[in-house]
């Protein structure tokens, strides 16, 4: 492909889901013409989209571009980040190396897939009491707040250190934060808000040290006090460790929950894969694999600014323009994976990057598959008549979030006789 400054009208980010399961159509006719496509952003400025897996991935590894999230536009807000905003503090995952590794080091220990195998016992009972709580109830139930909601959220409560009791308060500022069309006010609001709730957990931590994962940070890891894995010996202040905290608090609850939501809503939707996950353990790992690709719940993608003047798709992008990476449109990409718009739980592993990509992959993913993995064969299993109790169309989407997935889950099944 030619190098091109690609003079077409700039578009904004599309949108327009014809399917509850599919990304916006319009993604596949940008694939096809191939390339970058100018992006109208909310604030007035013009930058690219990718929507080619090979052009994404190339984005996420290449470090002549920056995640500084005080640098780039937002593809659905209008207000930029506020540039002094002391709340970006700890907030890796708007950082560059070298601030970025000295977080990512600090924390990838507690996180890789050997760190969290100690959990699975916990996960497991935890799945466990929400499936009996949700048969005695009876149905009909919210899959939603009897089922997705609350299990990744005790875990990261319990795994954090936080009071489960909170969740009502931690949840509702969280919402604020994800929901598209909130005023510029509302949104300091609610980060505020969580910034104060952290920081004073962070206090508590201090004052009354525990086994916990904040309270380890807060205080030094328990293999030596400011040693290699502390947030003394990484030099992290207390604004720092409030900004970590939230972090981990809010991507580690809900991202999953909606996975598990709109992941059950997929499988029923599509009864013999979902009998696949049910009578087949040994397909669950590809099966959460192909629904976290098939999915993809970032559903505006992943954004960058380029440091420099550079060449990238075909196109000539300048210094400090953004470009946003359209994870959901590279999960479906034709070159890449066969048959991309079915669903399909056997599907060996490919180079899904629902997750992300290069060095900011997702640090709690290991967490989320594990939760995934856990929950969707014991719930099918546990109830195998398990079907929405609402006709499809009645399902609420979040069109209106920056995490896809539905507000509610009607669900119902059978009762047993006797």
Not at 207 to 215: G, M, N, T, V
């Amino acid at each position: 492909m030619s190098v091109t400054s690609r003079a077409a009208a700039p578009a904004p980010l599309p949108r327009h889901r014809d399917c509850p399961f599919d990304p916006p159509g319009a993604y596949a006719a940008l694939r096809e013409d191939g390339g970058a496509s100018r992006l109208a952003f909310p604030d007035g400025k013009v930058g690219w989209l990718l929507t080619r897996h090979e052009d994404v991935t190339r984005l996420l590894a290449d470090d002549r571009f920056s995640s500084d999230r005080r640098r780039t536009s937002s593809p659905v807000h209008a207000f930029p980040v506020r540039p002094d905003d002391r709340r970006m503090l700890g907030s890796f995952i708007g950082m560059d190396p070298p601030e970025h590794t000295r977080y990512r080091r600090l924390l990838s220990k507690w996180f890789t897939a050997r760190g969290l195998r100690g959990l699975q016992p916990r996960i497991e009972e935890i799945v466990e009491d929400h499936l009996a709580a949700m048969e005695r109830a009876g149905p009909p139930v919210d899959l939603v707040t009897s089922f997705a909601q609350p299990i990744p959220s005790l875990v990261i409560c319990e795994l954090l250190g936080v009071e489960y009791e909170d969740r009502a308060d931690f949840q509702r500022w969280a919402t604020v934060l994800l929901r598209l069309g909130q005023r510029e006010e509302e949104v300091y609001a609610a980060r505020d808000a969580l910034w104060e709730y952290m920081r004073g957990l962070i206090d508590a931590k201090r004052r009354r040290p525990d086994e916990a994962l904040l309270s380890r940070l807060v205080n030094g890891d328990h293999d030596a006090a400011g040693g290699p894995g502390s947030a003394t010996a990484a030099g992290l202040t207390d604004e720092e460790l409030t900004g970590v905290g939230l972090l981990l608090l809010v991507a580690g609850h809900e991202t999953t929950a909606n996975m598990l939501a709109l992941g059950t809503y997929a499988l029923l939707r599509h009864p013999e894969q979902s009998r696949g996950v049910r009578e087949r353990p040994e397909v669950i790992d590809d099966a959460v694999e192909e629904l976290l690709r098939y999915l993809t719940i970032v559903q505006f993608g992943i954004v960058r600014v380029a440091r420099e003047d550079l060449e990238i798709a075909g196109a000539r992008v300048r210094a400090g323009e953004t470009v946003v990476g359209a994870l959901a449109s590279a999960n479906r990409d034709a070159a890449r994976f066969a048959a991309p718009d079915t669903l399909d739980v056997t599907r060996a592993p490919g180079d899904q990057i629902a997750f992300g990509y290069g060095v900011h992959q997702c640090l709690g993913q290991h967490l989320a598959r594990m939760e995934m993995r856990t929950g969707y064969p014991a719930l099918l299993r546990r109830f195998p008549t398990l079907r929405l109790a609402v006709p499809p169309d009645e399902v609420p989407l979040r069109h209106d979030m920056l995490v896809y997935g539905v507000h509610r889950l009607p669900v119902t099944w059978d009762r047993a006789v006797g």
